[in-house]
């Protein structure tokens, strides 16, 4: 077998409306498989699972084996069949320029998945009545954040990524006078009273709320109306041996602070936060219901908007299906809490959104066109036939 | 004679609906169709006292009929009557299905007790009330998904009861003797109430007894205010904003600082003293005299209930499924003799069956001011819609009967689970807030279910593909050909539909959540369905399978469209449970099971298929 051979047996088998096939089939099968798992694992873990990997793994006990191609494996042999059969297949005729279009915009659309997946980061935002904000914070990344206090007029931040916590690792960092050390690190948990002397050889906190609560380890849950809770035991190393050890938690309302070589600190386990150039208040959050029920008929905020070079200061309404686009940033009425004096905004950043409409346009005219053609032939068909019989 | 008929059979068939649409007429000395078309508000919406006496029947008993312990047939509106006015009498009629026997077993009550060995009047229930309450409150702990029948069945029969007591306490106070007379003399008793009070502030001399009684009223009112649940009291100004609706215990007590009654209550109270006391005329002028003032007020609400009522009463569905019925009959004929005439009938009744539909269709969104599909209910009817439209368009092409065979089938079938969808309660629902867009339900919903439609209908075509092929001689190779284009042509068609409408799904929830796919259930169901029917046609074009391969995909693409319409939704309340285990999934199990049975047929050698075996 020489290469060329092999080279045109590669090239048969990528253009091979079999594996296009073949293929569909494999993509069927991984959807229904990810929808039934959904009842085991949520929503975000199935799509790690299934979708955002080359290979899925059937685990039992330690074992994990290899059961079927994943989500990338079946969409790149997609794309490449789809590609590789229009370049050695591509004639220019009216009569497959709909089939041309609708997989020109199926490209479009799988690659606009897979920047999505790549890009798209997810935030929520808080806010009660009257509390301004100019930040999000994320659904599942923790960062632990050290703030210098010292100047009245601006916070110094150093905040520490979930990554490195998770690691144990020790942190020296050129902002902070002392070493952080990451005791150990729950990535679920609840906080209980340290009741009694029994508990208290258990926790390993010095000072801080850890002297008076500690965190014992929970199941992480993967459910999409739970979050993890994390909480960590930290140690700081100052030039001159231990300085203490606090517990944190997202769980803990309010910083910890505490003194050092004559710096004000604070310390504290949060969800990451992503920081805006501009921010919102809330001025008014509004649950409508159906008269004489509990079905809502609608949410709504009404938010001011505010730069601080003063360019943007205006009030806006965001409710159900109408998102506030700022600034590369989508904000949308998401929930509420707090009998309806909180509002959540989920914050989403997605570079690539425009992609699946301009894909969906482009899909929807390949295939109104392909069908109109199909229809007219066949019509004049017919009219032949019914001509020949009469 | 059998020239004329497709003629004869249409004006048959158009003289039935005829009759069907006719305006209901009273049947007795009460203007009870009058009563029936009075609007009041109820779970979000303005409709007919027909409509809540029609659906509460269906809740309780699947079925819209009454029968008095005499055997007298009782109308809707006569019911309601008497669960409003006459508890005493309303809790004889045997109104309630209970069918699980351990339930029964719970209320020492035996099938041979009840009307039909299954349905049971409150009186009957009543000494079993306190089980059932702690049964239900155990039950309700666990969650919805993961009860046993028994469970469900408790909590199904509690709610029931939950929902007649409210009823029955819409416009008379549960244990308050003499209630409606004490409310018929409001007028004399509050102002006197009122001025004993005063005179009571005063320091003054005054009346106790009056000022007790007025204290009484108003612990009475509030109570009522708290459980009634009908709110048949529209707002003084005749506004047509659904806010201002009160609830009869609300109304009377912001009457009571006052000592004037709305018009709307004083009506109400009149009525039931007229109803109560066996006063056809009384009855019947208090009522007219109330309309007259609606129809100042409100003359659009009235209306829309008016027309709503008629709706109710002429059930245009349930006589759109008998014709579909019929024609699916007439069609299946005109294959084995007559087909011209026998095919120009059948499709003269499907037509007519499916304009039916359609005005029905239509009503309902005029009646709802949305778009056809706002819930399950509804996507039933307008799968069997759209998939009976395209099936006219393929007789009137190919002439052959096969459309209006599979017309009558899924209009039938679709209407019929319509039907049973229904027992759910009112199926004008109000949207929740998510949903709330015409625009997208316009566009988004009803392409996604046309695409259902298409779907199916391509299914059904392979089906009668293969029955008839198999079983008859009578598939020719014409016939064969016609069918094989037209299930092509039907998925090309589809493929269309389902892609449009699940990218349409994509961009409304890129609107409201903030991503175009979101991997849920429901989306993947409706992705599903596309990539089957993208696989069809790839496949066919690929020449990987032939006519008789093309029939096995469309078919399995029935089982596809059905996992996809209401397995997901199954899959919502949870896999891992007993609870999923009811009866809508065993039906779906079974249409599965006689889908893979079609195509294990359609897999037998061609020469032991009768067609083509000679």
């Given at each position: ?14 253009i ?32 790690q ?5 080359f290979?899925?793994?059937?685990n039992?006990?330690?074992f ?6 994943g ?13 590789a ?26 690659a606009g998945?897979?920047?999505?997946g790549?890009?798209?980061d997810e ?8 509390e301004t904000?100019n930040f999000?914070?994320?659904?599942r ?15 110094e ?12 690792k ?5 902002k ?9 690190y ?8 340290r009741s ?15 002297t ?8 992480v849950?993967?459910?999409?109306n739970?979050r ?8 700081l190393?100052?030039p ?6 606090w ?6 309302i309010?910083?910890q602070?505490?003194?050092?070589a ?9 969800f ?28 709504s905020?009404?938010?001011r ?5 003063g360019r ?5 309404l965001?409710?159900?299906?109408n998102?506030?686009?700022y ?16 509002s959540?905004?989920?914050v ?7 992609l ?16 109109a ?10 009219r032949n036939?019914?001509?020949?019989v009469? | 004679m059998?020239k ?6 249409l004006?048959?068939?158009v ?19 009058g ?8 779970n979000?919406?303005v ?19 009454v029968?008095a ?32 026997p ?7 009550l ?15 229930l009543a ?27 408790v ?36 102002p ?6 005063a005179?009571?502030r ?7 007894s009056?000022?007790?009684t ?26 047509n904003a ?26 109400y109270?009149?009525?039931g ?14 009522l ?13 609400v009235?209306t ?7 709706f109710?009463s002429?059930?245009p ?27 120009r009938t ?14 029905g269709?239509g ?18 009817l ?20 096969i459309?209006?065979v599979?017309?009558?089938l ?14 759910g309660g009112?199926?004008?629902e ?6 709330d ?8 919903v009803v ?11 391509a299914?059904?075509?392979a ?29 090309c ?14 961009i409304?929830?890129?609107?409201s ?7 849920d ?10 990539l089957?029917?993208s696989?069809?046609?790839?496949a ?15 078919i ?25 285990m009811d ?17 294990l047929?359609?897999g037998?050698?061609?020469?032991r298929?009768r067609?083509?075996?000679?």
């Open positions: 077998m020489n290469l060329s051979t092999l080279w045109r047996d590669l090239r048969a088998f990528l091979s409306l079999k594996l296009t096939v073949a293929m569909i089939a494999f993509s069927i099968v991984l959807v229904l498989a990810a929808t039934l798992d959904q009842v085991n694992l949520g929503v975000w873990a199935v799509q699972k299934y979708f955002h990997c290979v899925v793994y059937w039992f006990g330690d994990s084996l290899a059961v079927f191609p989500g990338y494996t079946i969409g790149g042999l997609l794309l490449l069949n789809l590609i059969a229009h370049i050695y297949r591509f004639k220019l005729s009216w009569r497959k320029s709909g089939i041309y279009l609708a997989h020109s915009g199926l490209i479009l659309l799988l998945e897979l920047f999505t790549l890009w798209q935030y929520q935002m808080r806010l009660d009545e009257g904000k999000s914070e994320s659904f990344a923790i960062e632990l954040a050290i703030t210098d206090t010292t100047d009245a007029k601006f916070d931040v150093v905040a520490i990524p979930e990554s490195v916590l998770a690691d144990k020790s942190v020296q960092h050129p902070l006078p002392f070493r952080v050390e990451v005791k150990s729950l990535p679920n948990s609840a906080l209980q009273a009694g002397a029994g508990d208290a050889t258990a926790s390993i906190a010095t000072t801080g709320a850890g008076q609560l500690i965190a014992t380890p929970q199941a849950t993967y459910k999409q739970e993890n809770l994390p909480s960590a035991y930290v140690e190393h100052g001159s041996g231990s300085i203490g050890t517990l944190v938690s997202t769980q803990l309010d910083a602070r505490f003194e050092f004559d710096h004000s600190y604070k310390i504290a386990l949060r990451a936060r992503h920081y805006n150039p501009y921010s919102l208040t809330l001025l008014k959050f509004s649950h409508d219901r159906y008269a004489g029920t509990e079905i809502p008929k609608n949410f905020s009404r938010i908007l505010t730069t601080p070079d943007d200061n205006r009030e806006v965001i409710y159900m299906n998102p506030l686009r600034a590369g940033l989508t904000f949308y009425q998401a929930g509420f809490e707090n009998n309806d004096r909180t959540i905004l989920q989403v950043r997605n570079p690539s959104w425009l699946p409409y301009i894909a969906c346009a482009v899909m929807t005219l390949g295939l109104g066109i392909q069908f053609i199909h229809l007219v032939a066949f019509v004049a068909r017919r036939v019914v001509a020949a009469a | 059998k004329y008929l497709p003629q004869i059979a004006l048959v068939a003289a039935a609906v005829l009759v069907s649409l006719r305006a209901p007429r009273n049947t007795g000395e009460y203007d009870f169709v009563f029936g078309r009075l609007p009041i508000l109820v979000g919406r409709k007919p006292l027909d409509t809540v006496a029609r659906t509460s029947l269906l809740v309780l008993q699947g079925r819209q009929r029968k312990p005499d055997g007298r047939s009782v109308s809707p509106e006569e019911w309601l009557l008497d669960v409003l006015y006459r508890p005493e009498i309303a809790d004889t009629y045997q109104t309630f299905e209970i069918v699980h351990d339930v029964l077993a719970m209320l020492n035996t099938p041979e007790d009840g009307a039909g060995k299954k349905r049971f009047s409150f009186h009957q000494p079993g009330l306190a089980e059932l309450d702690r049964q239900s409150k155990l039950a309700d702990n666990v969650e919805s998904a993961a009860r046993s029948p028994f469970q469900r069945a909590v199904q029969l509690r709610d029931g009861v939950v929902l007649y007591q409210r009823l029955q306490s819409s416009l008379l106070a549960p244990g308050v003797d003499h209630y409606l007379d004490r409310v018929a003399a409001f007028e004399q008793t509050v006197d109430g009122l001025a004993a009070l005179a009571q005063e320091g003054k001399p005054h009346n106790a009056a000022v007790k007025l204290h009484e009223l108003g612990e009475t009112f509030s109570n009522l205010e708290s459980i009634a649940y009908l709110l048949p009291i529209p707002p003084l100004d005749g506004r659904t806010s201002g609706w009160l609830n009869s215990g609300a109304s009377l007590r912001r009457s009571l600082s006052t000592g004037k009654l709305s018009p709307a209550m004083r009506a109270i009149d009525l003293v007229a109803w109560r006391g066996y006063q056809p005329a009384q009855f019947n002028t208090t007219a005299a109330y309309r007259v003032r609606l129809e100042g007020d409100m003359p659009a009235l829309r209930g008016n027309v709503e009522a008629r109710n002429s059930q569905f349930y006589t759109s499924s008998l014709l579909y019925v019929t024609a699916f009959l007439i069609a299946l004929f005109s294959w084995l003799r007559w087909p011209d005439v026998l095919a059948a499709f003269w009744i499907v037509s007519l069956a499916w304009i039916l539909a359609t005005v269709i009503v309902r969104m005029w009646l709802e001011n949305r778009p056809p599909v706002t819930n399950l209910y509804s996507s039933a307008f799968v069997g819609w759209g998939a009976v439209a395209l099936c006219l368009v393929l007789e009137s092409v190919f002439k052959n009967a459309g209006s599979a017309a009558g899924i209009g039938f079938a679709t209407l019929l689970i319509a039907h049973h969808l229904a027992l009112d199926t004008l109000m949207m929740r807030a998510v949903l867009s015409n625009f997208w339900l316009a566009t988004h392409t996604v279910t046309v695409g259902y439609s298409a779907t199916f209908l299914g059904f075509l089906l009668i593909y293969v029955l008839r092929g198999a079983f008859t001689r009578s598939l020719d190779q014409r016939t064969a050909d016609a069918l094989a284009r037209m299930v092509y042509g039907i998925v068609f589809a493929t269309l539909f389902s892609f449009l409408g699940t990218v349409l799904g994509g409304w929830a890129d609107q959540w903030g991503r175009f796919w979101g991997w259930p429901k989306e993947n169901g409706a992705l599903i369905i596309v089957w029917n696989l069809i046609l790839h066919r074009w690929g020449g990987l399978v032939k006519a008789r391969g093309l029939m096995v995909l469309a399995f693409g029935n089982v596809v469209t059905a996992w996809s319409w209401f397995g997901v939704n199954m899959l919502g309340v949870g896999l891992h449970s007993y609870g999923f009866a809508a999934f065993w039906w779906l199990l079974a249409f599965v099971a006689t889908q893979l049975a079609a195509m047929i359609a037998l050698p061609l020469n298929w067609s083509f075996a000679g």
